[in-house]
């Protein structure tokens, strides 16, 4: 466990690697380029990446449970995505009195819902107006937190009934209780990263209920305990690593994305790495709508 293998192609590099979640039923690993505006697809048995370009940054791809298709989060909203053959159809923009903001972290809780943050998509992205969002299996969406600066996560616990969330800016993992009708309550912070740590950024939970945290500027992923005390942690070779996910057919394996912006001369900043986080993880659940 913390070895790190490589698996992005050779001189190839992301500028805000992001939105990484595991397909079983493709045995792939997905994940966006945000600044590059692109989805890509690793199959992590040949190797081979697949990308597809878009006109407008992208925060993440979801799987559908009734289809072959996707929903994903671009800066202009939310949309319905086939791959093969390519095609996109919006279903709405839930911020269209924040012209300034864009979808950026997603995940999909155990009623089959998404939840998608927000963030200030300005360059100096100074004001606190990202949000969290549900969408709902009738591709309607609600407003459900507010007053972020960069939202990341979400994740939840294995019971489904806690939902994790990050405000990065502010350094804090949030926890709230989640209904099964999808409401918040009870929202409290459960980790606070010091400066030495970083930004939390991208969150993923195992099957024992540990919480995973990406250290943007921290070149690491932490795994926390449900009470929020530190339990361990995997380094990684570059310091801006933005989200991770569990893969695999055992679900064994880690995948990690990070950044290379401002970071350029790192010749491993924005790779994907796999690592061995000594802990099996939980099967995704698609998007029921």
Known sequence: ??????RQDKG?????????????RRNAVFW????????????????????????????WAIERAGSDGFIIGLKSGFYECS??????KLIGNPEPDRPHNRLNDAKVDREGRIWAGSKDDREDGAEPVGALYRLDKDLSWS???????????????????????????????FAFDLSEEGLLSNKRALVMFDDSMGYPDGLTTDALGGLWVAHWGGGRVSRFLPDGSFDRAIQLPTSLITNCTFAGRNLDRMFVTSASIGNEEDPLAGGLFEVDPGVEGLAPTPFAG
């Open 143 to 173: 407003r459900q937190s507010d007053g972020y600066q960069i939202t990341n996560g979400p994740a939840f616990s294995p019971d489904g009934r806690t939902l994790y969330h990050v405000d990065t800016i502010g350094r804090t993992v």
């Open 83 to 88: 791959l093969d053959p390519f095609d996109l």
């Open 12 to 24: 190839r590099r992301d500028r805000l690697g992001e939105g990484i979640s595991w397909s079983g």
């Open 32 to 59: 966006v380029d945000i600044l590059s505006c692109s989805l890509q697809r690793l199959d992590v048995d040949s190797g081979r990446i697949q990308r597809w370009g878009f006109g407008e940054p992208i925060g």
């Open 1 to 6: 466990m913390g070895e790190w293998q490589l």
